[in-house]
Each structure stands twice: as C-alpha cells, then as structure tokens.
C-alpha cells in the first residue's frame, strides 16, 4: 500500500466515526539458509505483508486490529468495536508530527539487490570451514542465516506521513568441543559487516581456550567481564528503563531517591539512541510514528532517562521518546562509555588472579534486585596468563555489587549487536 492508500483508510475510519486513527504497513521478504552437512539449504521468503489499524472514540477509547492490507474496510470495523469495549483514558490518541524524520540512517544496504545466491551461501560456508580449520576437535552444528528488506509506512489523522526502507542480516551459529556448547549470533544493516567477520573462528577459538586444565577458583573473585559479557548485562538491562522504574513506582536495583548516592559506579554512563547511523536498532520512527530522541539511561551512575510512550507522555507532560515496537518499548541502540586502560593491561596492573567470563545468559535476571544465578565458563587467570579454565560452573551474579565495585573500565570495545560495550574489570562475582 502506498502513501496515498493509507491517508484514504485514515480518512475512511473517521468517516466511520473515529475521533482519531493511525495505520501501519509493512512489507518484508527475504532469504534463510541452513548448513545442511557439507552443503546449504537455500529458501526465499516470500513477501509477507501487514496492515495495524488503530482508532480511538470518544473519552479516548482505543481500538486496534491487526491483519492483511486486502481486509482494511474490515479491519477499520474490527478497530471501532474493540473501541467502543475499551476504557476511556484522556492520555490516548495519535501523536502530532514533533519533529523531522531522520534522515541519512544508512539502514538499507545498497548492496541488497545485486546479492546472489553464491554470496549468501559462502558467507555461511565459510564460517563454518573457519570451525574446521581451527580444530578439527570442534564440531561445527546450527550454522544458519537470515537476511530481510522491509518497508515501512505509517499515516495518522495528525498530518503524520512516514516512509522507511531497511535491510538486515542475521547469522548464527554453534559449536560443541567435550563439554563446552557455545552459540554466537551477529547481525549488521550491510551484508559486508557480517560476511567479513570470522564468527566461526572465533567460536572455535573460544571452545578450545576452555580447554586447559590447571588452576582453579572458589568463592568471590575478581572477574575480567570482556565486551561480549557486558553487552549482555545491558542488553537484559534496556528494557527497565521506564518511568516507572525510573521513579520507584516499580522495584528496580538501579534506582535511588535524589537525596541518595547513586546504587553503582559513578563512573558508568550509558547512552541510548535510536539515531545512530546504520546501528541494528537504529529506526526513522517507532510504530507510533515517533522519531527516536537519544536518551541517557544511566547518568554517572544513576538511572537517569526513561523511554517513554506517547500515552505515558501526555500523562507526564512531556515528549515521547520513538521506542514504541508493538504493544512494547524497545530500546535504540546502547553503548556504555569506556575507559583509557587496556585488558591487558588492566589485568598487568591487578597482578592479581581472577575469571575472564566467556559468556552470560541473563534470561534469569531479577531487575528488581540485579541478581541471578547462572552456569558459566571462563579461564582462570593470574595476571595476564592463563593458568586453567572453568567450565559450566555455578555463579552468583549481583550486579550491584559488581557494578559498584568496578577496577577497571577497559578500553577495549565491541559492538555487539545494536550495543557498544567495553570491557570491565570487576570484584564480587560468586562461585558457587
């Protein structure tokens, strides 16, 4: 559906009686393959199309339906009855256009078009060969691809007209040696970044480092987090940032009262922005036709900024912030400031023994307390050498305590994802 097609269903809804209306329509296809033994399994995605339509009645009540663009007079019908059984609520109703769109985003590949099947397919190929020629031992398993082309448009009754076009590429893949399973999964807006990062290598590499046998640790110690740990933690950390938790409405471990110190390291600052060119996260608007507004999570290491709704804005007072996916906020992209210290030489300057964590799975993590406990593997250090590893071991994470108690803030970085992370070098992991 073009432009004009979507200011007609708007104009049509109100002529069905809606006080205000929005519609959304995308379309996406794309490609997926599998590593299937030596060779691919190649499959097109066909197009998928989808229509929102959302209206809202009198008092604010709000309305929404959901489907294909060749049902719309239905779905305009569907929307003004789920309306009229709502609550009414004077925070509802479309937003005005607050701001420009973003322009020169760098979030559709040009190269997108011109790629062939043979390209697809050596980019997963060679990452699962670079498995193999790192160690025979480990077993290359899950090596799989994605890419997708998605249009956006978006109307309103508000004068609202928004257009977006953007490409994404997704890989995945798997490695197991003895005891040691390990998964990576990289995404990029361009074909190139992924296809020249070396993810099974460096996945095979991984796997053998935790091979060695040696020294061991017990009880608290020091823990070298390196970027792809840290961008786990914020990661599980993005989606608190709202002003619920943000005022103490809602428990959250990184919350203080202004007459209170700040519950972490004053030194962690960490950035949120939907802006950044060619970043994963990076949108010219949310599904409420908002731009994204950069905001500060965390602020000398105080919770700051909040994503914010456009209801949850009227209600403050204030802007809506463009994290609305759905019926969710999701947050932009996330970089974490670093520091002027390297790894090694944080760990030279410790001389000290302590963890390098390989990895974190935070599903579990407890945001009103920042604690959980988790399996892990890492290597043993003393100094900067290696002395042993350990592997699928029981740990507490308390990340007050950790983030309160940080050495170090490294300066080596990696984008993981859509978040930029340093590496920290922490005291008060637990081993259980």
Known sequence: MDLPMLEALVEDARRAGARGCETLWERSSGHTMVLAGRGVDHRDVPPKEMLRVTVWGDGGRRG?????????????????????????????????????????????????????????????????????????????????????????????????????????????????????????????????????????????????????????????????????????ILE??????????????????????????????????????????????????????????????????????????PEAARHLGTTPTGHCAGAFQRTGNLALRGGTRSMNASYTDADTWSLEVDDLDLSGLDLATGVCEVELDGLVMKSNEVRGALRRRRARIDLTRMLSNIERLCSDTDRIRFVDAPALFVNGLVLL
């Open 64 to 232: 929404q339906s959901e489907g294909q663009p060749s049902a719309a007079p239905e779905l305009i019908e569907e929307a003004l009855k789920a309306a009229t059984k709502s609550e009414p609520s004077s925070d509802e109703g479309p937003v005005d256009r607050l701001r420009p769109v973003v322009a020169g985003l760098g979030i559709a590949d040009r190269r997108y078009g011109l790629l062939e099947r043979e390209d697809r397919e050596e980019m997963l190929l060679d990452a699962a060969r670079g498995v193999r020629t790192e160690d025979k031992r480990v077993s290359a398993e899950g090596f799989r691809y994605r890419d997708s082309d998605l249009t956006r448009r978006f109307v309103n009754s508000k004068g609202v007209v928004l257009e977006e076009r953007s490409t994404r590429y997704d890989a995945w893949g798997e490695v197991r040696l003895g005891d040691v399973h390990l998964t990576d999964h990289i995404a990029s807006r361009a074909f190139a970044s992924i296809a020249s990062f070396p993810y099974g290598t460096v996945l095979a590499r991984r796997a053998v480092a935790l091979q060695q046998d040696g020294e061991t640790l017990d009880g608290e110690v020091k823990a070298m987090l390196p970027p792809r740990v840290v961008a786990r």
């Open 236 to 309: 599980a950390l993005g989606p608190a940032f709202t002003p619920e938790r943000l005022s103490g409405e809602v428990p959250f471990f990184l919350y203080a009262p202004a007459d209170e110190p700040a519950r972490v390291d004053e030194r962690l600052h960490l950035l949120d922005d939907g802006q950044l060119p060619g970043g994963l996260h990076t949108r010219s608007f949310d599904d409420r036709g908002v731009v994204p507004v950069p905001r500060t999570f965390v602020r000398e290491g105080r919770a700051d900024q909040a994503m914010v709704s």
